[in-house]
Structure formats: C-alpha cells, structure tokens
C-alpha cells in the first residue's frame, strides 16, 4: 500500500521532484566516482559559492522566461558592473555602502533600457538583448581598457564573495559553526510548520492531499536534506555571504512570485497575453518590471563575481546568460511561458555547476565537460516536454 | 439540369457533442455559379472544409464525387490536386513577395531544380490579364489594396488546372466597387466555363449572380433553388435560412425595470491602422440599467471591433467618437481603465483570449480583481479559495475542486468560469460576445436564466450574437450591425428574423 502511494506519487509529480531526483543522481555519482572528495565540506561549500551568481541571474531569467522572453545581455552587463563597481571602490573611493547600491541602481537602470524596445516597439527580446550583449562588452573593454584588471582592496566587499557569517562565540562544540548549525535548526522547523498548515488549510478545502505516510516521508526526507547541508557547512566555515545573499534573493522572488499580485499577473501575462491585456493588466508594465529586475540582479551577479575574484577583469561575465538560460530551463521553466518556478531555476544551476565541478574533480577534459552539459539541459528539456504531455 | 460536376452526397460531419453537418446533399453543375446561403453555424464552412480535405476522408460519413469518380481525401494537397481551388476570406498570399511569386507559389515553374522566373513572370502576367487586373507582376503584394489582392489569389487558382473554383465570403472585406468589379469578373469566368462555389452573407449579390443557390441551416440541406426560375428573391432566401421554429428555450424574465442610460457611444469611428481600413463608421447606441441589449450582424460586420473598442481599445484602433458613462464623458486607455468605470467584456474566443487555460479555475476567476482578494498586494490564498467555491457554486461549474486546470473542463464550464471571473469585478455593465458559442443547450439554458438574474439585480447586458433566436429571446432591444455601421434598431416588439436578417444583409 504504502509503496503503491509512493509510486503514484511520484510518477504524478515526477515534473516537479525530477530535478531533485536528478541533482541527487548527480552528487552521488560523483561521490563515487570521487571517493568522497566531491561531498566534502570544503568542496559543497566552493560549489555553493560557485552556484551563486549564476543562481541570481538564474532568478531573474526565470521571470523573463516566464513571460515569453529571453535575455542575452545579462552576463556581460554583469562583467560591465562589476568593473564599475571595482572603479567606484578603488577609484572614486566610495564606501561599499554606497557602491553597492549605486550599481544595483545601474543595473536595474539598464535592465528597463533593454525592456523599453521589447515593451514600446514590440521589437523580439532576443534582439533587443544582444545587441545589448555587445554594447555591455564593449563597454566592459572600455573601462577595463586602460588598467587591464582592476584590483580591489575593500575587504567589506571582497567578504561578499569569499566571507562567511559569523560565529557566536561560547566554548560549546569547537569545530562546528554554531550559528550556521542554529539557521539550520530553525529552517528544519518552519519548514516543517508551514508544511503542516498548508495541509490542514487543503483539507479544510477538501483539495487532494498526499497520503499521510507520504507527507510525513516528504517531511522527514526534506529535513534530513537541510540537516545534512547544515552539518557539512557547520563542520567547514558556516554559512558564507554568498549562500546567504542567494538563499534572500530565491526567498523573496519565491514570494512574489507565489503570493503576491505582482506574480500573478507575471505569470498570467506569460499563460496568455492576450488575456492577460483585456483583464486589465498592462502588459507593457510587466515586460518593464521583469527586464528591470533582471538588470539588478544582472548587478548583483556582477557584483558577486567581482568580489569573488577580488577584481574586475576583462573577460567577466563571458558566458553566464548561457549558463542562466540552461539553469532556467532544466529546472523546469517552460519556453512557451507561463510555466516556472524561481526554486526550480536554483535547482538547475546546481545542478550544471555540479556537473562543472565534478567533472573538474574526475579531471574530465573541457571538451567533454560541455558536452556532458549540453546532454544534460537537452535530457533536462526532452524530460520535461514529455512529461508535459503526458499529464494533457 | 446538365450534368454535375460536383456532388456531395449524404455528408455527416460530427464533433464531440455536436452535429455540424446532418445528412447533407449538394450538386453542383458544370460551369455554373452556385450560391451557398446560411447563418453563421450553419455548416457552409464545415461542408467547405470536407470538400477542401481540411477535414479528412474518413472523418465524416457520406461520398464525395468530383466529375463522377468518388474522392477521398487525406488532405488539401489532394483535393488541389484533384482540381479543387479554394480561396478564404483570409487571404493566403505572402505579404512580402511578389506578385508573381506568389502565383506561383507550390507550383514553381522549373528548369530541373531551379526556379524559371522569366516564364514564371511572362505567365503571370498572361493569368494577371486573364482576372483583368492591371499590377506589375513585380509589385509586391502588401503595396496591393484588398481588392486587387482577392484577384491575384484568384489568378493563383487559375494558374492550376482547376475544375471548380470557391469563394469563401469573397466580398466581406471589399468597398462596393471592388466587389462589383469581382462579380463582373466571376460572370466572365463562368462564360468561359470555370465552375465556380459562391459563399456570401450579402444576398444582394447572391441574387445578382447566382445560377443556383443552396440554404444550409442548422447542418441540413433545406432546398436548393433555380434562379433561372425565378425561384430566388430576398425573401424566400430569408425564410429559408432562418425559418426554423424558435424552441422555447428562453426563460422567462419576471419584471423589467429598465433605468437610465449606463453607457453610451456617440459618432464613433474607428480606423485599424495594422489592416490599413475603417472598421466602425459613426456608431452611435446605448444601453440602459436593467436592460438586456441584442447587437446582431453577420460575422465580419465589426460587432466584435465595436466591443474592444469600447473597452479600452486593447488593439490599439484610432478612434473618433464621444463615450459617455452614465453621462459623463469619458476616455478608456486600456481595459484597466474600463474595468475601473465598471465595464466587463466576456470576450468571444474563450481559449485565444478568455482564459489562461495553463492555469487553474481559481487563479481564472480572481485574474481581473486581485486586488479584491489581496492585502498590500499580498495575495490572501484562503478569501482566493471561498470566492472561487462561490463562483463555482452559484453558476454551477462542474470542476471536482476550483484547484482543477481550466483547460480540462468542457466548453460550457470554461465559459461559465470567464463570467465569474467578469462578475467577480462587480461591473455595471456586461459585454457578452456569443456567450453561448459552442456550448450544449442545458449550459445555455444556465448562462440565459443567470443573465436575467443579473438585470433584475440592475445591471445593464450587451449581448453580441450571431444567432438570431438568442438575440430575439433574450433582448429588450436590438441593434443590427452591418459593415461597420449601424444598420439599424429595432425594439423587441418589433424584431423579427426576416427583419434582422434583411439589416443584417445590405
């Protein structure tokens, strides 16, 4: 009974969970294959912090995608960005309190300049965003043109990318991060709370709900994940400011995108634009509001990056709004619109970065490694067009 | 009669719930011009599209005889190939090629693998003499008028060997001289022997040129007449096309308490700058509180453009005219804005442009009024749920729960969740345009009882309807729409079918 549950479950939900089945896959494969090298502390950690900014701009992508776009300027905006920013610290001399911010501006700033000829002119994005994608080069080459790469020294900014958070100083377990342990403790727990609500309020409703030993099974699996994900990181470092940057920015895009009025009409605008218009929502708002957030985060992955390497250089970003549309679509998001999940998109670049370290790892060739890649979002999206069909 | 070259026999054409085409005969002879009259949903398309193997052999019952040999068709390459040209009201032509190529376009002329364009223009232009029309053959067709347009894709047809030509609506979308011009042509044609299938709602022309004419209503056959009899006039077409018994499927309306006006259009005019032509000319109507308006019309005739324009003009017309709301003048920018001033629009393709059909009954129902449901814009998921289940319960969707995707339900269901998402916007005033289109009668019964229920709680209904029975059942007024005008209002009392469809035709 309990395995009949289980198997219908999954193949009902196989969409949703494939991923987490996949990146699973993943991970113990190269467990493996690495002996154990590639589930190390140290190793999940620099993954974690690989994954971030091309988690951030995978956020941001979700959304374009979701409304029946694309944008290719994102990566070398992000490169452009994070050489403004170096300038800004190293020579203009601004607080990275004020740097950071500033260059977020720019970024969102830029973000509407490449909606307004998708959103005024009805222009196809793909266009509009490349030839974005070759001013946003060349103006990275200007800036970077005369000092080659640009060093920063602000330790404030340079822990953005390599820092981690804090520990609470009492004697208790020394080699464990005892808040990153603690975050984790209360993540487990209202994760576990709102799971436990959102049921009661579908039963309430009479809506179909996972068989008990199911949920409980979700519950229990989900919990030991996060357990496990705090301990290895608990047992390194703790918790660095690039996952904790990541984790706010899935956090707060999750809940626009699912609770507010604002998602909802991202998401409509995506179904059916034509609908969307004639119920009142402006389409032309939303293609502004989602290409502007795009640009932020495009400056927040640029920022991420810069901090990361503690510079600007000449080649950042080459590539990321690649990486960012694979990421998006092998977690889940639908090319024809309408359909994606910011979480999902997270899941994905996991999963490709986890396929470049693993591969590092093993030693594979470059070759190879994009070939490898290129398999997987092809499986990611065939999977996913055909499961699509099948649940018509 | 001479012999057929043509002849349809015993068709049955059926879809899910529907019986589209009944038992339908029709013969048509060699080198006439042959009418074929009916309302809208007669099945004059369908038996089209069964003739032209859109719908292929083997999808509907009966035989089809082409010259006396029996065809079956697995699609519209075979019956082209077989001699049979059809050109539709939308034009099949490649707006940015040119004349010849497009004449000439799947049936290239050829030197081995490559294209013969010297002969390919020189036969253009014998084929452009042929329909008597005076272009470059080198022009490229978006520079052409409608007009000229419609008789490049008839040299296209003839540039085949064809054995019968159709004409689906050709003159719908031509001013008076072009389609005088295109009837002059027909005539010459059918004078040196092309058969020819005339589809048209303009019985005027029908009378002028047709040898013969058939009425479809309801997917049957009801008589096929000889105008070389004199057996086809005005009148007779009319009772023909409309005179099925009016089933009492209407309820009753217990009071009528009609108020002031709610809305009202003065002069409007609208231009659609994307198809380069007027749309409405110099409209002017309105509607009451309490009050159910019938705006009737063939389809084409602008009854559609006149809801959108009205309701923030979302495909961006050039609109002149006065608006008024209950006597305040007022300009719509988007549906946004209409929607505020308390104006719903229940638009007439519920897949294109109704519903989000990748989403669920719920998200559906609340898209036009979040903000009703929302605090600071955060979405309440519990006031979501109770407003879907009222809305599911009191128009009756039949959804095991409001969590269901919209495009699993049937036709009549998805309707009903495009109302409750218009009602759960609390309008003043409801465009409804064909609310009953490809729905079964008892989901009809349910959206006319809830439309009477609606006025006497005060609110004012448009009603868009091709089907005349509905508009006469259900209205306190109508309008008839032709051509983008007005061609006429006609109080209840004195609407009858042969007067609606007299407006409705000139």
């Known amino acids: ?341 910011v979480a999902g998109s997270v899941i994905g670049a996991l999963v490709m970065t986890s396929l470049t370290s693993g591969m590092n790892l093993m030693g594979v060739g470059i070759g190879y490694q994009y070939v490898v890649r290129g398999a997987v979002l092809a499986a990611a999206v065939i999977f996913d067009v055909a499961t699509r069909r099948a649940s018509k | 009669m001479s012999t057929p070259i043509l002849e349809m026999k015993n068709i049955t054409k059926e879809f899910p719930g529907v019986k589209a085409l009944n038992n339908v005969s029709f013969r048509v002879a060699q080198g006439e011009i042959h009418c074929l009259v009916g309302e809208n949903g007669a099945g004059k398309s369908t038996l089209m599209k069964v003739l032209s193997g859109v719908y292929p ?24 190939h077989a001699g049979i040209a059809i050109i539709y009201q939308e034009l099949a032509l490649i707006p940015e090629l040119t004349v010849y190529e497009n004449i000439f376009l799947g049936n290239e002329i050829r030197n081995g693998v490559l294209v013969n364009w010297n002969e390919t223009i020189k036969r253009a232009g014998e084929m452009l003499d042929k329909v008597r029309l005076k272009v470059n053959p080198a022009a490229k067709i978006k520079d052409l008028g409608v007009g000229k347009q419609q008789l490049v894709e008839i040299a296209k047809a003839l540039s085949r060997d064809i054995k019968l030509l159709i004409l689906d609506e050709p003159t719908a979308a031509l001013n008076e001289d072009d389609s005088a011009n295109l009837l002059e042509l027909l005539r010459g044609l059918r004078d040196q022997g092309v058969t020819c299938i005339l589809i048209s709602h303009k019985l005027k022309e029908v009378i002028e040129i047709s040898d013969r004419v058939t009425v479809l209503r309801d997917g049957q056959t009801i008589c096929t007449l000889d105008a070389h009899k004199g057996e086809v006039s005005e009148g007779v077409l009319i009772k023909h096309m409309v005179g099925r018994e009016i089933d009492n499927i209407y309820p009753h309306r217990a009071e009528k308490k009609i108020g002031d006006v709610v809305l009202e259009v003065r002069g409007w005019n609208a231009y659609d700058p994307s198809l380069g032509r007027q749309i409405l000319r110099d409209v002017s109507m309105n509607v009451r509180r309490g009050e159910i308006v019938g705006v009737a019309g063939l389809m084409g005739s602008g009854r559609t453009e006149l809801a959108m324009s009205i309701f923030g003009n979302p495909l961006g017309y050039q609109i002149k005219g006065e608006l008024r709301v209950k006597g305040e003048p007022r300009a719509f920018r988007d549906p946004e ?69 919209v495009s699993n339900l049937s036709g009549g269901n998805q309707q009903k969740v495009c109302l409750g998402k218009w009602l759960f916007v609390k309008p003043d005033l409801l465009i409804l345009d064909e609310p009953t289109r490809g729905i079964d009668v008892g989901a009809k019964y349910e959206i006319y009882t809830l439309m009477n229920r609606l006025v006497e709680q005060g609110m004012s209904i448009i009603m868009i309807s091709s089907e005349l029975p509905e508009v006469l059942g259900m209205s306190d007024r109508v309008y008839i729409v032709s051509s983008g005008r007005v061609a006429g209002e006609l109080s209840i009392a004195d609407a009858t079918p042969e007067k609606i469809m007299h407006l409705a035709t000139n």
């Open chain 1, 1 to 341: 009974m309990f395995f009949q549950d289980l198997q219908k479950v999954l193949r009902q939900n196989i969409r949703e969970y494939g991923m987490y089945i996949a990146l699973f896959v993943i991970m113990l494969i190269f467990a493996i294959t690495t002996n154990g090298t590639f589930v190390s502390a140290r190793n999940l950690s620099n993954l974690l912090n690989q994954t971030g900014y091309i988690a951030v701009l995978a956020v941001g992508m979700t959304l374009v995608i979701v409304i029946r776009h694309i944008d290719l300027s994102v990566g070398f905006l992000a490169g452009f960005i994070g050489a403004v920013a170096a300038i800004a610290l190293s020579r203009w001399g601004l607080s990275v309190y004020v740097a950071i911010p500033l260059v977020l501006a720019i970024g969102a700033i830029a973000g509407l300049i490449t909606g307004f000829p998708v959103a005024q002119l009805g222009i196809p994005s793909f266009v509009a965003s490349l030839a974005g994608w070759l001013i946003y080069r060349g103006l990275l080459q200007l800036v970077t043109e005369g000092t080659g790469t640009i060093i920063i020294s602000d330790p404030g900014f340079n822990a953005i990318g390599n820092g981690f958070i804090p520990d609470i100083p009492i004697g208790i377990l020394p080699e464990t991060h005892k808040l990153t342990l603690l975050l984790g403790v209360v993540a487990v727990v209202l994760f576990i709370m709102s799971e436990i609500s959102r049921r009661q309020k579908q039963e309430a409703y009479n809506f179909e709900v996972l068989p008990k030993e199911i949920f409980v099974l979700k519950l229990v699996f989900i919990s030991l994940l996060i357990g496990a994900i705090t301990w290895v990181l608990a047992s390194y470092n703790g918790l660095s400011w690039t996952v904790v940057i990541m984790l706010v920015v899935v956090g707060i895009y999750h809940f626009i995108m699912t609770q507010t009025v604002l998602g909802r009409h991202i998401y409509a605008v995506g179904g059916n634009p034509d609908a969307a218009e004639l119920s009142g929502i402006s389409v032309k708002r939303i293609v502004y509001v989602v290409f502007g957030s795009m640009g932020m985060l495009s400056a927040l992955s640029g920022i991420l990056f810069a901090s990361r390497l503690q510079s600007a250089t000449t080649t950042a970003g080459t590539l990321f709004e690649l990486d960012a549309i694979a990421a998006a679509y092998v977690g889940g998001v639908s090319a024809a619109g309408g359909v994606g999940k």
């Open chain 2, 337 to 405: 804005d209409a929607i505020k001033a308390g104006v719903a629009y229940v638009t007439e393709d519920r897949k294109g442009n109704g519903l989000i059909l990748i989403q669920d009954v719920k998200e559906n129902i609340t898209l036009a009024n979040l903000q009703a449901i929302a605090q600071n814009s955060v979405i309440d998921s519990n006031a979501e749920i109770k407003v879907a289940n009222e809305y599911k319960t009191s128009l009756n969707i039949k959804t095991p729960t409001v969590e269901q995707r």
């Open chain 2, 57 to 80: 052999h083997g999808t509907y019952s009966g035989d089809i005889l082409l010259g006396g040999e029996v065809q079956r068709y697995r699609g519209i390459r075979d019956s082209e």
